[in-house]
């Protein structure tokens, strides 16, 4: 069985642009969660999304959104980049139960704002 | 007060030394994760908890739902265990809380 998969491993944008990540989950998990993560903040929550409905969101500005596909192929988008955007963000899928289920991590993206 | 807190934040240990890494909670839950990550980014799911006790190799993790902590132990430690080990809480509303992690050192 493939792993969480996120795409692209790298990218590098300027401040003002748009980027958009995507990550794909392991076949049959429904719940895909999107994280932050910088030296100084560590791992900080960004959004869940189970079956198309986000269900769940962190304290992060309306720049980053996300969506969820059919497929549970999730993306998210960063507005208007920031310097302080440059981080690592990770992608985790889940079977997406009720009572709590392991998450799987995606390798990440790392994201440089120039 | 965080509402996820490990302890300790760093620790450096010889080759064989028996780790424990503890993690107290203040919210309700309903799962608790033990995560691996190590250098480079890439961050392994160790186990998930509601109760009682887990064993996975040389790993053991242990919650006490009623003093709402948590233990991840490591037996027979060795070098490739050096990584940040992250206690992380899933609360009524599915959101994950995370602890800041432990840095653990294992030298040869």
């Known amino acids: 069985k493939a792993g969480v998969t996120q795409t692209p491993r790298y990218l590098i944008k300027t401040r003002g642009q748009q980027v958009t990540l995507s990550c794909s989950p392991i076949s049959g998990h429904r719940s895909v969660s999107w994280y932050q993560q910088t030296p100084g903040q560590g791992l900080q929550f960004l959004f869940e999304y189970f079956s198309e409905t986000q269900r769940n969101k962190g304290n992060f500005p309306g720049r980053f959104s996300g969506r969820q596909f059919s497929n549970s192929r999730s993306e998210m988008n960063v507005s208007t980049l920031e310097l302080g955007d440059s981080a690592l963000y990770l992608c985790?899928?889940?079977?997406?139960?009720?009572?709590?289920?392991?998450?799987?991590f995606g390798a990440g993206t790392r994201l440089s704002v120039l | 007060k965080n509402e996820v807190e490990q302890s300790p934040q760093n620790l450096t240990a010889q080759e064989g030394e028996f780790i424990t890494i503890n993690c107290s909670y203040s919210?309700?839950?309903?799962?608790l994760h033990w995560l691996q990550q190590h250098p480079g980014g890439g961050i392994v799911s160790l186990f998930m908890?509601?109760?009682?006790?887990k064993k996975h190799g040389r790993l053991i993790a242990t919650i006490n739902i009623q003093e709402k902590h948590s233990s991840l132990h490591i037996t027979a430690s060795h070098p490739r265990d050096s990584a940040v080990y992250i206690c992380a809480v899933k609360d009524s509303n599915y959101q994950l809380i995370w602890g800041a992690g432990t840095k653990l050192i294992i030298k040869p």
């Open positions: 919210v309700g839950i309903s799962a």
């Open positions: 908890l509601s109760s009682g006790k």
């Open positions: 985790a899928s889940s079977l997406g139960g009720l009572s709590g289920n392991i998450q799987y």
